[in-house]
């Protein structure tokens, strides 16, 4: 069954233009409830509609809030879709990573919600906290004020609606005939929690009972459960359906709100005298009887998407006795059953004759999934009248507001999405005054759609996916230079990565020297086509803009794309190399490092301006290339202290935590920690914080082996970056494990290293060049040979008998990081660079946002192509044909004479 799934392009061809970010959270691979309605509010809708998906955007710690690269200013309102509004606390978090709050957010805000009996206090607060102006519920007028009390949530308009809604995927669902179903009655119920009520129980006693009654009666097939891992993905669900000659089914919403602040010390009374949650219903019933004085004070029966889907399958509903929105009807569209299920014999002769069950779910098919009053069109109808109502014919909230005060201009390319690396965020956002900072990054693989952002400053975030390098992008770009050497040869270098990566298996290896069918070769060629495909996608973005002054480009990966682009608009380049890309990938033959150090050494000729993280990483680059680096390290910005809450440092003989915050990956020394753990003092607690791979879970399973697992090694979940430094200040010492293997260990400058200073902690450390004579500098903590295992078994020890000690390192780590090691005093130099690399300051970067969301050759049509003047040039262009034509074997051992004779 194919179901209609959200977008994430803008589409510019809707006839209304003020847009609208609907926010939502479902998994894509889960139940298409969601996505589906989403899809067709996206689609329907009058108003372009940008989704975000809060289950595939959360924050790394798993917090369920808004990426902070959306800039609410170019909405004209926000629409909270139910699946992430269910809880109170979602929302409080949302904004979160937002440079605008919601509750300073001037356009429309508009809430759609479900569940109201939970926390339905905290929620009113909370709408009237952030001034909404439109809710969407399932409460009959009658009870809103209950729940939504005015004077708590001021003038908010509400507009009531189903749980659920008709798509045009269940109209066009081709039932099975009855006599083909193998099943008699399934069901798929759903475990609430109690204090729910009773109809939420019935969600799943009415299965049981049913199990019950019916479980040694001959011919009578039964497919029912309520448990969790029993439920139905999307097609599983339908077949499912489609397979049963009758479902069971129960009014949807609860029966307890707690109106009089009661229902957590009933609860409390009901555990406490029952034990803990058991699923039998004796349990259940015996819980209930502790709240019924609290049921019925609130009417929120409904009906639930189940039901139109049971009627689009035509499969008969046994329901038990409720109103169903005044939509299904008794004896009409359902077959009652009693609540004590006398009428269960009745309900089973019934189900014998086909011809009467038939024209019950034929009725209901017509009655109600073919009346469009039940449709999601008229839904997404109702929602764009209130909008329209709403929205001010006079304001335009959707609007850019770009400043128009001169700055220098300067573009950053980035070869991942920017939000993974948090010296890109620091860039563009401690950019002095006079200048911006636009970052181009590529998206994660998967999301195919370009974007732009625009923050408050004016910089533009510009979000390309990776593009297939072509013939016709190449002879496009090719007549955009004008006699230029740098882009002459970035084009070449591309094209010269495109014919490797297209050659054959052979031909590769007899290239590369690696042996015929090595697993290498795979690898190799993996890493020709990302790096060609990250440039493609970046060049194009750059053509969509104008007004430019100056590139960033960040490692080798994206310096193709930004000598070539600098070529094009004659602009300077700087390259900021945040690790030596020739040494990157430990595994790699001999060759593949020649390639790519010949990659690098072919265009950093053409940068105006370099540098890199450290020390010993500037010598390894100015001995590769001859050309002057200069040091910009990794540090944390300086924050305002008073922001900064961290608890008093421990100096006693307690559990002394030794944190280590980062990225799993070989090489970084966890291995040797967690085999050494148990050899330390009982005290000594292993904490491993990072992001989900398949290397912590080798690392766990480590952990797992030694029996220190979830007694002294842990591995808390990864959180956001902008937690990092007051998750660390909990810590007592900060780890730096890193082996000095390659050059990129060797001279590492880790985040953490900032971090666990401005935490004020001391670092135990590993002896790579840097972070050791940082540390010693700094006098913030003890760098030994984590290869000594005496050593560093001792280094443990002395942290955690010495509690004095922590305390005075962590405090001179704290002051070195206020003083000296932090990102405003570290970048000064690269500002000042960049500075000096643009004459004169420009009005705002212009992008041409309509190429963006169309074709590639659409996206440059806007582009002028310049004149091909001089004869060096065309020259070039007449050859280039005929020089990418030749075997490789006969191209390398003459591209250096050619150059040499072109002056190239």
């Keep these: 069954m194919m179901i209609e799934q959200p977008s994430f392009i803008f589409d510019q061809r809707k006839k209304n233009k003020k847009k609208f970010l609907l926010v939502c959270y479902y998994d894509p ?10 899809a067709y509010v996206q689609k329907l809708s009058i108003f372009p509609v940008v989704v975000a998906n809060i289950f595939e955007c959360r924050d790394p710690a798993g917090i369920n809030s808004l990426p902070p690269n959306i800039n609410l200013s170019e909405f004209a ?13 979602n ?11 919601l509750k300073d957010f001037n356009g429309l805000k508009i809430l759609l919600k479900q569940d109201e009996n939970h926390k339905f206090r905290e929620l009113a607060e909370y709408v009237g906290q952030t001034r909404f102006d439109l809710i969407l519920t399932c409460l009959p007028s009658s009870e809103i004020e209950k729940i939504y009390p005015k004077d708590v949530v001021g003038e908010v308009k509400f507009q009531r609606m189903f749980t659920g809604y008709v798509t045009p995927t269940l109209r066009a669902i081709d039932a099975k005939p009855l006599n083909r179903r193998e099943i008699t009655i399934g069901y798929r119920g759903s475990i609430q929690p109690l204090s729910f009520g009773r109809l939420a129980y019935e969600k799943r006693s009415i299965g049981e009972k049913v199990i019950c009654d019916l479980n040694e009666v001959a011919d009578i097939r039964l497919d029912i459960s309520s448990k969790w891992e029993d439920r139905l993905g999307t097609d599983a669900w339908f077949d499912f359906l489609g397979n049963c000659k009758a479902t069971l089914g129960a009014e949807s919403g609860a029966s307890v709100f707690d109106i009089d602040g009661s229902l957590k010390s009933k609860c409390a009374l009901a555990e406490e005298a029952l034990g803990d949650f058991r699923e039998d219903a004796h349990y259940a019933e015996s819980y209930l009887k502790y709240i019924v004085d609290l049921e019925g004070k609130v009417n929120y029966n409904q009906i639930s998407p189940r039901h139109f889907e049971a009627a689009a399958t035509r499969t008969l509903q046994l329901l038990y006795p409720g109103e169903y929105s005044g939509i299904f009807l008794p004896g009409i569209h359902y077959l009652e059953l009693a609540r004590d299920h006398s009428n269960i014999l009745e309900v089973v002769s019934f189900l014998q004759n086909d011809a009467a069950v038939v024209e019950i779910t034929e009725r209901a098919h017509k009655d109600i999934v073919m009346n469009p009053s039940f449709w999601i069109e008229g839904f997404v109808a109702m929602l764009d009248e209130c909008i329209e109502e709403m929205l001010s014919v006079d304001s335009d909230s959707s609007q850019l507001s770009i400043s128009e005060n001169e700055k220098k201009q300067v573009m950053l390319l980035c070869s991942h999405p920017a939000q993974i690396d948090p010296r890109i965020d620091w860039v563009e956002k401690y950019a002095p005054d006079n200048m911006l900072i636009h970052v181009v990054d590529i998206l994660r693989d998967g999301e195919l759609d370009f974007s732009v952002v625009t923050h408050e400053d004016g910089s533009k975030k510009i979000s390309t996916p990776r593009i297939k390098f072509t013939s016709q992008l190449f002879l496009k770009w090719q007549r955009l230079l004008s006699g230029s050497s740098a882009g002459a040869d970035a084009l070449f270098q591309m094209s010269r990565i495109e014919k490797l990566a297209s050659s054959s298996d052979s031909e590769l290896a007899k290239f590369m020297g690696m042996p015929d069918g090595a697993q290498r070769l795979n690898d190799f060629r993996w890493y020709l086509r990302f790096v060609l495909e990250i440039n493609t996608g970046l060049l194009e973005s750059c053509l969509a803009t104008s007004n430019v002054q100056c590139l960033i480009a960040t490692d080798l990966v994206t310096l193709p794309a930004a000598v070539l682009y600098g070529a094009i608009e004659n602009i300077p380049v700087h390259y900021d190399a945040h690790e030596y890309w020739p040494a990157c990938d430990t595994r790699q033959f001999q060759s593949e490092q020649e390639f790519w150090l010949d990659l690098e050494k072919n265009l950093i000729k053409y940068t105006a301006d370099r540098s890199t993280v450290s020390p010993g990483l500037k010598k390894v680059f100015e001995k590769s290339y001859g050309l002057n680096f200069r040091v910009v390290p990794n540090c944390e910005p300086l924050k305002n202290s008073s922001d900064q809450k961290f608890r008093e440092k421990r100096v006693g003989n307690e559990i002394c935590n030794f944190l280590f915050q980062g990225s799993f990956a070989p090489h970084r020394g966890l291995e040797e920690l967690i085999s050494i753990w148990g050899e330390t003092d009982p005290s000594a607690h292993l904490i491993l914080r990072g992001p989900a791979n398949s290397f912590k879970t080798e690392m766990i399973n480590l952990a797992k082996n030694t029996g220190l697992y979830e007694s002294r090694i842990f591995f808390p979940d990864a959180v956001s ?10 810590a007592d010492v900060g780890i730096i494990p890193y082996k000095a293997h390659g050059y990129n260990y060797a001279h590492c400058c880790p ?9 004020e902690i001391p670092i135990l450390a590993n002896n790579t060049s840097f972070v050791a004579s940082v540390i010693r500098e700094a006098k913030s903590g003890l760098v030994v040979d984590f290869a000594n295992k005496k050593s560093l078994l001792k280094a443990i020890a002395e942290f955690g008998s ?3 000690a922590r305390r005075e390192m962590g405090n001179a780590g704290k002051l070195f990081h206020e003083k000296k090691y932090n990102w405003q005093n570290a970048s000064a130099n690269l500002y000042e660079a960049l500075d000096n690399l643009i004459l004169q300051p420009t009005k705002r970067v212009e992008i041409f946002t309509a190429s963006l969301s169309d074709s590639i050759e659409e996206s440059n049509s806007v582009k002028c192509v310049q004149a091909v003047e001089i004869l060096e040039r065309k020259f070039l262009r007449s050859l280039m044909p005929f020089w990418l034509a030749l075997p490789s074997r006969v191209r390398d051992p003459v591209a250096p004479i050619l150059k040499r004779i072109l002056g190239i």
């Excluded at 691979?29 to 989403?38: D, K, R, W």
């Excluded at 929302?91 to 709050?101: C, G, Q, T």
């Excluded at 985040?751 to 935490?759: C, D, G, P, R, V």
């Design 29 to 38: 691979a889960g139940i298409s409830t969601v996505p589906e309605i989403i």
């Design 77 to 89: 309102g926000i629409i909270i879709h139910n699946s992430i509004s269910y809880d109170v606390g």
């Design 91 to 101: 929302l409080r978090v949302l904004d979160a990573r937002l440079s605008i709050k």
């Design 721 to 730: 970056e902008d937690q990092l430094v007051e998750m660390a200040s909990a």
């Design 751 to 759: 985040n953490k290293l900032s971090q666990y200073m401005a935490a």
């Design 802 to 804: 010495n509690g004095v």
